[in-house]
């Protein structure tokens, strides 16, 4: 049995003051919650506030992002190891917003994936379609190409710490979210892709969550789908008693 895993995105939301306030507010009720994996992944700025609030917790910490080198004449980036250093055990990778504002490609996310491992961090890694790719049918096509790209050249111990994140582009921030069946047929096929890279033992293994507005009303729905492990949540991951209601929809 796979464990399900649920991620809280915060993306550029919160001081460190209320990144503080949520934390401790999540923490009352999951910092014992041992049925789920619990990630927060606050800005940058609020790491080790948060990082510091749920220490002896079951909650664990994750970036948004990092660069694939250690270190260097990177303005504005920050290293695997400086997410090491506050105690981040995941980072986001290739999500859809990076894609579009910062032009990042599925190259990219693999170099930053092998590098992610190298540091001992589990890479959240992004995959998903547009909605004029959906529109046009080809939604398995540019998602397969995502996965091959991303994962290329990982061996069967990352592969079995990566998690995959399947968000469809068009369903991020929205309101609008893919059917349950919509979701698990883009899921099951994910699991395949992996199964024909790393075969179908792993691909058993590998964790696949749902982003593209989860929220309480159908996150049990979601979560119920055979192959889909839990949820990198946006805007719900922002409200302390939303985020905590979808982790436990996940059990």
């Known amino acids: 049995m796979r464990k399900p895993i649920v991620a809280g995105n915060w993306k550029m939301n919160k001081t460190m003051r209320e990144a503080e306030s949520l934390a401790e507010s999540i923490k009352v009720d999951l910092g014992e919650f041992t049925k789920v994996d619990v990630v927060l992944c606050p800005p940058f700025t609020a790491l080790k506030t948060v990082s510091d609030v749920?220490?002896?917790s079951a909650i664990r910490l994750g970036g948004q992002h990092m660069s694939a080198e250690p270190s260097g004449a990177f303005t504005g980036e920050i290293s695997a190891?400086?997410?090491?250093?506050?105690?981040?055990?995941?980072?986001?990778?290739?999500?859809?917003e990076r894609r579009a504002y910062a032009g990042e490609t599925?190259?990219?996310?693999?170099?930053?994936t092998l590098a992610a491992h190298a540091s001992g961090l589990k890479p959240i890694v992004c995959v998903g379609e547009k909605l004029e790719e959906r529109e046009a049918g080809i939604t398995q096509a540019v998602v397969e190409a995502q996965v091959k790209g991303c994962l290329s050249g990982l061996d069967e111990e990352q592969v079995k710490?990566?998690?995959?994140?399947?968000e469809p582009v068009w369903a991020i921030g929205t309101g609008k979210t893919a059917t349950p069946e919509m979701a698990q047929d883009v899921h099951a096929h994910?699991?395949?892709?992996v199964a024909v890279m790393f075969g179908d033992d792993?691909?058993?293994?590998?964790?696949i969550q749902y982003g593209g507005s989860m929220k309480p009303g159908n996150?049990?729905?979601?979560?119920?789908?055979?192959?889909?492990?839990?949820?990198?949540?946006?805007?719900?991951?922002?409200?302390?008693?939303?985020?905590?209601?979808i982790v436990k929809a996940a059990v």
């Open 219 to 245: 996150a049990a729905e979601l979560i119920s789908q055979p192959d889909i492990d839990g949820g990198l949540i946006g805007g719900a991951a922002l409200d302390a008693g939303s985020f905590v209601e």
């Open 202 to 207: 792993l691909a058993k293994t590998v964790r």
């Open 161 to 166: 710490n990566t998690i995959v994140a399947y």
């Open 54 to 56: 749920i220490s002896r």
């Open 106 to 112: 599925d190259a990219g996310v693999n170099e930053k």
């Open 190 to 193: 994910i699991r395949a892709v």
């Open 81 to 96: 190891g400086m997410l090491r250093d506050l105690y981040c055990n995941y980072v986001i990778l290739g999500h859809s």
